[in-house]
């Protein structure tokens, strides 16, 4: 999915915009049921819904494996809406005959919602238990509708992000972060990125920055947590879960790898890392800015002892 739920849950008026979207598809499709959806690699989660038809059933919350859902079948690349008008006809779909059958669901319109960046979010929906045909002016008005939900995305998705990364920016790790869990910060400095900069250029500067990030979304991909670029050469991983000095220590130790091999990288560059840890649960009582200057001050200590390591505060 382009936007974590977690994300979408800091976003202002989310719920009620949802809302509203939904009820403008509902005034051009009254006797269907309408529903939002988010879309993963691995799954379809049902935001919001408006029912007319009690008959379906579809609920918010609802998380479906994505491969047993018909929106998997949407052409995402081509941006096309998908119109099953009787899907008791459809012989294509008989593998999806029990998914269906248990939805009551027997006629679909789905449409595609991306982001600016072609990121896949999910779909507006209309579904019925019975057969319907759907008028070309309904799809279109459905695309409209879908369209200007994603501009929405788009802005609230830009006031989180940093625009050259792509990570999570300040604002967003301060507004996220929850004191009653468990976890750890690693404060990220490039080790010797100024130099870069200074000798080939700022463009290569940004490729290395870009580069950075890949990384260490890559290392975040499998674990509980986000990755932020302060500002600089400066990022933070906030990573969820208890974790004593040994698997910090372990952790620190992979997060290195990460910045081992640079072969192929323009002007023969290598970047290493150097990282500043700082452990926090519940007692710290939500106090961030206190937790980034421990992870500093670690960090600090790393670069005093020879970059490219780690200390944990």
């Known amino acids: 999915m382009g936007i974590p739920l977690n994300e979408l849950q800091e976003y202002e008026n989310f719920d009620e915009l949802a809302l509203d979207i939904l009820e403008m598809a509902h005034e051009f499709m009254p006797d269907k049921t309408i529903f939002l959806s988010a879309i993963s690699e691995t799954e379809q989660i049902i935001l919001k819904v408006l029912h007319h038809n009690c008959g379906v059933h579809i609920d918010e919350g609802m998380t479906l494996d994505l491969p047993d859902t018909v929106c998997n079948r949407i052409n995402f690349i081509e941006n096309e809406p998908l119109v099953y008008e009787d899907m008791k006809k459809e012989s294509r779909l008989v593998y999806l005959r029990k998914t269906l059958l248990d939805a009551n669901i027997n006629s679909y319109l789905g449409v595609p919602i991306k982001l600016g960046s072609g990121e896949t979010f999910g779909t507006l929906c209309a579904v019925d238990t019975s057969a319907a045909s759907f008028s070309r002016q309904s799809i279109k008005m459905f695309q409209r509708i879908a369209k200007m939900f994603s501009y929405y995305l788009d802005l609230e998705r830009k006031a989180y992000r940093d625009s050259l990364t792509g990570l999570y920016n300040r604002e967003f790790l301060y507004k996220s972060f929850r004191s009653e869990t468990e976890g750890a910060l690693f404060f990220i400095d490039l080790d010797g990125f100024k130099s870069v900069n ?51 220590s372990l952790q620190a ?61």
């Open 198 to 248: 200074d000798r080939y250029g700022h463009d290569t500067g940004d490729l290395v920055l870009k580069e950075t990030a890949s990384r260490l979304k890559q290392y975040i991909k499998t674990r509980n947590g986000m990755a932020v670029r302060l500002g600089g050469d400066e990022f933070v991983l906030n990573v969820q879960g208890g974790a004593d000095h040994s698997e910090l």
């Open 253 to 313: 130790e992979l997060l290195m790898r990460e910045f081992a091999d640079w072969s192929g990288f323009p002007y023969g560059i290598q970047i290493s890392a150097s990282i500043g840890i700082a452990a926090y649960g519940p007692d710290h009582h939500g106090d961030l800015k206190k937790l980034l200057k421990a992870a500093d001050d670690a960090l600090y200590e790393t670069k005093e002892k020879g970059k490219n390591g780690f200390r944990i505060y």
